[in-house]
């Protein structure tokens, strides 16, 4: 008797937590957070400039290790507004491909830029892959998840970029890092010019 009852609480509870699940704005939600945090990384061109964030932060140390991997995604979740709300920005595809060369270069050639410069550069890049990814929502999603999304999908590619990074401690780390940025850097030359 008393594990009938059990039973049955727990179908009830299951059954409430379906419908819970099944209603729009839930589903809306899950699905525009799971949109989100899958355009990143489904993107070649923006997991190359996002990992090379990580990479050139853990280059040039602190504060910008983590200074960088901050500035990127805040000012991407801004031009992500721009691109839901349908402000155009000139090149968009364009700048992502440079992301990835110029970023790629930074680290290839060891450039130690002021850290001033460097988050604008980084803030500048990250304008063009927030565009793209607002641009891109999906209209049956909830903007906010979908911006929730791409910016910890993001963060795990800088993150992935700073731990790579770290090898640079070495001396043998160092150069599998900057051969690491040539690599980020022939891939943006290869968006840049249509080859791949």
Same mark, same amino acid.
């Given at each position: ?27 809306? $939600?899950? *699905?525009? =957070? ?6 990143? %990384? $489904?993107?070649? /061109? ?18 910008? @290790? ?5 500035? &990127?995604? =805040? ?20 700048? @992502? ?6 970023? *790629? ?6 450039? +130690? ?11 500048? &890049? ?40 770290? %090898?640079? +401690?070495? /001396?043998?780390?160092? +150069?599998?890092? +900057? ?12 968006? $840049?010019?249509?080859? =791949?």
């Amino acid at each position: 008797m008393v594990s009938t009852i059990k039973w049955c609480v727990v179908t009830v509870l299951l059954g409430a937590t379906t419908v819970a699940i099944a209603h729009s704005d839930a589903v809306s $939600l899950s *699905g525009g =957070l799971a949109s989100g945090f899958k355009h990143p %990384l $489904l993107g070649p /061109d923006h997991v190359i400039a996002m990992v090379a964030v990580g990479l050139w932060g853990a280059f040039l140390g602190k504060p910008a @290790i983590w200074i960088l991997p901050i500035v &990127f995604p =805040l000012i991407m979740a801004f031009g992500g507004a721009l691109g839901v709300v349908g402000v155009p920005v000139p090149a968009v595809e364009t700048g @992502i491909a440079l992301s990835g060369l110029v970023l *790629g270069l930074m680290v290839a050639f060891a450039v +130690r830029a002021p850290l001033w410069l460097a988050a604008v550069l980084v803030g500048v &890049f990250a304008i063009f892959h927030g565009h793209a990814h607002g641009t891109e929502l999906p209209e049956a999603t909830s903007p906010m998840a979908y911006s929730v999304g791409f910016v910890i999908a993001t963060g795990l590619l800088h993150l992935f970029g700073i731990v790579f990074g770290e %090898l640079n +401690r070495w /001396d043998w780390g160092n +150069r599998v890092v +900057r051969a690491g940025g040539s690599v980020i850097a022939l891939a943006g030359l290869g968006f $840049l010019v249509g080859f =791949l």
